[in-house]
C-alpha cells in the first residue's frame, strides 16, 4: 500500500514537526523562555527542517498549513490526513521526549478561552502559511527557503504571543499540554485556510505574471 517514497513522506513530517516542537517547549521553559526567543529558535528550527526535508514532504509541520493545502487542492484527502494525523504524533511524541529528558511532567495548560486568543493564533497561522506559501510558489531552496519560511513562522508567533502562549501549529499546542480546541485548533485552522486560499487567488496569480515579464 504505501511505497518507500510515501513512508519517507510521511517519516519527514513526523520527524520534523517532532523536533520543532521539542525546540518550542524546551526554550519556553528555560530562563530566556520569551517570545522574541522562541520564536528565533522555533524558526530556525523550520527553516533547518525545510532545508532537510522540503524535498521529501514538502517541510509542512503543522496540521494547519496542510489543511489549508487541502482546501485549495494542493494536498489530496488521503495525504492531508495521514500528514496531519503524524504531524499530531509528532506533537505527541515532543511531549513525551521533554518529560523524559527534563525528567518533569508538562502541566496541562488547556481550559476556555476566549475569541481574542483564537483570532491571535489566526493572525499568527495566516502570517507563517503566506510565507511558506511564497515559498513554495517561487520555488524557493537552500538559504531563501530557510529564511523565508523560517522568518514568516517566526514573525507568526510574535504575533499570536501578544494574546496567548503564540503556539500558531496546534501540533506545538499538544506538545505543550495546551489542545484547545476553541482556540489553538479553530484559530490556527482558521489561519491556514485563509492564508492558503489569500495566496492562491490573490497573490500568486501577480507573482507568475512578474515571472513571465
Same mark, same amino acid.
Given at each position: 500500500?504505501?511505497?518507500?517514497?510515501?513512508?519517507?513522506?510521511?517519516?519527514?513530517?513526523?520527524?520534523?514537526?517532532?523536533? *520543532? $516542537?521539542?525546540?518550542f !517547549?524546551?526554550?519556553?521553559?528555560?530562563?530566556? +523562555?520569551y517570545p522574541f526567543? /522562541?520564536?528565533? =529558535?522555533? @524558526?530556525?528550527?523550520?527553516?533547518?527542517?525545510?532545508?532537510?526535508?522540503?524535498?521529501?514532504?514538502?517541510?509542512?509541520?503543522?496540521?494547519?498549513?496542510?489543511?489549508?493545502?487541502?482546501?485549495?487542492?494542493?494536498?489530496?484527502?488521503?495525504?492531508?490526513?495521514?500528514?496531519?494525523?503524524?504531524?499530531?504524533?509528532?506533537?505527541?511524541?515532543?511531549?513525551?521526549?521533554?518529560?523524559? *529528558? $527534563?525528567?518533569?511532567? !508538562?502541566?496541562?495548560?488547556?481550559?476556555?478561552? +476566549?475569541?481574542?486568543?483564537m /483570532?491571535?493564533? =489566526?493572525? @499568527?497561522?495566516?502570517?507563517?502559511?503566506?510565507?511558506?506559501?511564497?515559498?513554495?510558489?517561487?520555488?524557493?531552496?537552500?538559504?531563501?527557503?530557510?529564511a523565508?519560511v523560517?522568518?514568516?513562522?517566526?514573525?507568526?508567533?510574535?504575533?499570536?504571543?501578544?494574546?496567548?502562549?503564540?503556539?500558531a501549529?496546534?501540533?506545538?499546542?499538544?506538545?505543550?499540554?495546551?489542545?484547545?480546541?476553541?482556540?489553538?485548533?479553530?484559530?490556527?485552522?482558521?489561519?491556514?485556510?485563509? +492564508?492558503?486560499?489569500?495566496?492562491?487567488?490573490?497573490?500568486? @496569480?501577480t507573482?507568475?505574471?512578474?515571472?513571465?515579464?
Amino acid at each position: 500500500m504505501f511505497g518507500n517514497k510515501k513512508i519517507a513522506m510521511l517519516l519527514a513530517e513526523l520527524v520534523g514537526t517532532a523536533v *520543532l $516542537a521539542l525546540v518550542f !517547549i524546551g526554550v519556553q521553559r528555560t530562563g530566556i +523562555g520569551y517570545p522574541f526567543f /522562541i520564536a528565533l =529558535a522555533a @524558526g530556525l528550527a523550520v527553516g533547518a527542517m525545510a532545508m532537510v526535508f522540503g524535498a521529501t514532504s514538502g517541510a509542512h509541520f503543522n496540521p494547519a498549513l496542510t489543511l489549508g493545502l487541502w482546501t485549495a487542492r494542493k494536498v489530496k484527502t488521503i495525504p492531508a490526513i495521514l500528514y496531519i494525523a503524524v504531524q499530531i504524533l509528532g506533537g505527541a511524541i515532543a511531549f513525551w521526549t521533554y518529560n523524559f *529528558l $527534563a525528567k518533569t511532567h !508538562i502541566a496541562s495548560m488547556s481550559g476556555h478561552y +476566549g475569541a481574542r486568543i483564537m /483570532i491571535g493564533e =489566526a493572525i @499568527g497561522v495566516f502570517v507563517f502559511v503566506i510565507g511558506w506559501t511564497a515559498a513554495a510558489t517561487q520555488k524557493f531552496e537552500g538559504l531563501k527557503l530557510a529564511a523565508t519560511v523560517g522568518g514568516s513562522f517566526a514573525l507568526g508567533i510574535i504575533i499570536a504571543s501578544l494574546a496567548s502562549y503564540g503556539f500558531a501549529n496546534p501540533a506545538i499546542a499538544l506538545a505543550d499540554n495546551s489542545f484547545g480546541w476553541s482556540t489553538y485548533v479553530l484559530g490556527a485552522a482558521i489561519g491556514g485556510v485563509v +492564508g492558503v486560499n489569500f495566496y492562491k487567488y490573490l497573490l500568486a @496569480g501577480t507573482v507568475k505574471a512578474k515571472a513571465k515579464k
